[in-house]
């Protein structure tokens, strides 16, 4: 085995059993910090295994290893412990049980353009940036082109940095941090802002760097976690609570969060001159490209001639992948006095794996009034193909 | 490929290294940050005269209002001249000077944690750096007020000793003092303000008990036993001497308290070390 070979199978970054514990409350906080400076001071070594008063595990026993050329997502909902394992690995503070072992350099993009100095130039402040990310001069000096050409910044190179767009010094951000050649790239919801365009070049750069690299990527984005990570690790109030496939991961992850608020948010209403209306699906969970069958039995008081039934199915980012419309498909629905029942047949649903919910509204003849009105009420499993970032997926091409 | 440098972090990890190695550490962490001391001293020295149209030239004013002021009482005679051997102004001057030059560093020392706070929790990187670009800033700005002094003696015919190249090695306690207490304080004032809050302006109150104001030839015993006691009347002291006469103040209380500053500065710097990062996570 050849030396650049070694390099690439070799681990980067191995977490082993670490913990890291804070402070609810910040009176006692600040105390427990003067504690721990004065027993410093008098050279006792604190016992951080223990929790003391209103302290709590913000990571708990955490372990994994990751090589060059891997990357791993982070995911959890908020405040599970993703940003502090982030600090841990860049070592802004040092863990209080485990330990973290950390081979070449590390690049974090825990915040973009930290230490940017608004009245100077973006010239300047390139130079700036790169001694905080520990660059010396003569490497800013040979990474200066690239870092300009990337951000795209050419004409505002010696303007003040006050004066470019957000989207600008995100960019500037970005192209600094990444200049730095890491051997580690830790990210941080990084690629949440920018624009579509300049998003794409930021996953052919991180591409780039992956091949030589390991990635701790943190992202609420289920798809990006998607497109770039090959492992995943699910952390909940700062325990692992999963760590292995993306998929696997995802799937929790979503669970997780349509569990914490999705039911609450679903309601059915029905309005004069409807009584009632009861839905029978045929199924709730599906395969991949197979179809769903749903039976509508309205009451109502009188007859309501030729109305518009829209059935709209939601994905977990409330942005609907699929619609149903009888208008569009010539279908003409009358509801009698009385009973009537309805069959619709749904799919056939080439969607990704994921938690799907259906929202169906039913309109009168002149589609001004809302007679039926269901949200996010159902909710409907695909076991579709889990790779790939948008809900559509083609049966073939 | 480049060379790899494993790096590991574990609880107390620099609690457990030994005091010798601490400070070698610190010392080589300074010198391999010296490209980041010098983009900060740049961005935060003449940044903050941008967006302003006389520009660098502030920095002259400061002390050449010192000086009008300390001419001005002059005249109207409210400094009474007590033997000093040199013009009263010129000996309150130089001495509010050094002051300054003391209060300075503690001030610097006392912004380390806190002047980079945006940075610290995002980005790691040593913060001892952040000690020198404070005290390279108070340097930069001192240097102009000190070579404004100089030009005050010329005015009033007072010639300094060729002694006066020892400056920089006789004011050099002041540093280590200043960046003793202010290193400790930096750290204070992020877990407790008011404690930070009371020596900062106990600091300021020391200075009435330094005679840099008036001359150490008081009558009053209480005055005179507080004057001994207090190690900024030799640092202090020494450091306008060696300007205007050319000498220390007591040679031997100014040896003694220039030691005791720098093994307080040793001690304070490894306290630093080690400690630091339990402040820091008490920033977020």
Partial sequence: MDDTEKNVNSVVVSVKHVSKKFCKNLKRSMAYGIMDLSRNLFNITNDSGRLRRDEFWALDDINFELSRGESLGLIGVNGSGKTTLLRLLSGIFPPDKGEIAVRGRVGALIAVGAGFHPHMTGRENIYLNGAILGMTRKEIDSKFRYIVDFAGINGFLDAPVSMYSSGMRVRLGFSIATAVDPDILLLDEILAVGDARFRNKCYYRIGEIRKNAAIIFVSHSVDQIARICDRCLLLNRGKAEYFGEVSEAIKMYVGETEANGGDSVGFEKVFEPVKSVRFDWSTLTVEYGETVQLVMTVVAEEAIPDNMLRIVLYDHKESVVAEWNNRRMNQRIDLNKGTTTLRVNLGPLHLKNGEYRFGVVLNDAHGTREIIRTFRQYALHIDGPVQGSSAYQLPSL | ?284
């Fill in chain 2, 1 to 284: 490929m480049k060379p790899q440098q494993l790096t590991i972090y574990k609880p107390n990890q620099r609690h457990e290294l030994g005091f010798l190695k601490t400070w070698a550490v610190m010392a080589r962490n300074i010198l391999s940050s010296r490209e980041l001391i010098w983009q900060l001293f740049k961005r935060d020295f003449f940044a903050a005269y941008k967006k302003s149209f006389l520009g660098i030239t502030w920095i002259f004013m400061a002390p050449l209002m010192g000086i009008v002021s300390w001419v001005f009482l002059n005249m109207t005679g409210m400094l009474i001249p007590g033997d000093v051997g040199v013009p009263y102004p010129v000996y309150v001057l130089i001495g509010t000077t050094m002051w300054g030059l003391f209060m300075g560093f503690f001030n610097s020392a006392n912004k380390t944690l806190s002047a980079g706070q945006a940075l610290v929790m995002q980005v790691s990187y040593p913060h001892e750096a952040l000690l020198f670009k404070e005290t390279a800033e108070h340097l930069a700005s001192f240097l102009i007020t000190l070579l404004m002094s100089v030009l005050l003696l010329v005015v009033f015919k007072v010639t300094p000793s060729w002694k006066i190249i020892f400056f920089p090695l006789v004011a050099l306690p002041l540093f280590f003092l200043g960046a003793a207490i202010g290193l400790v304080t930096s750290m204070i004032s992020i877990v407790a303000v008011d404690i930070s809050r009371i020596i900062t302006v106990g600091m300021g109150l020391m200075m009435y008990i330094t005679p840099v104001i008036y001359s150490n030839s008081v009558d009053s015993h209480l005055v005179q036993a507080i004057i001994k006691w207090n190690p900024m009347t030799y640092l202090v002291c020494s450091a306008r001497n060696i300007i205007i006469y050319g000498s220390l103040y007591k040679p031997t209380g100014y040896f003694v308290c220039a030691m005791l500053s720098v093994i307080l500065f040793l001690i304070s710097w490894r306290l630093f070390y080690v400690s630091e990062d339990k402040i820091i996570e008490r920033m977020i």
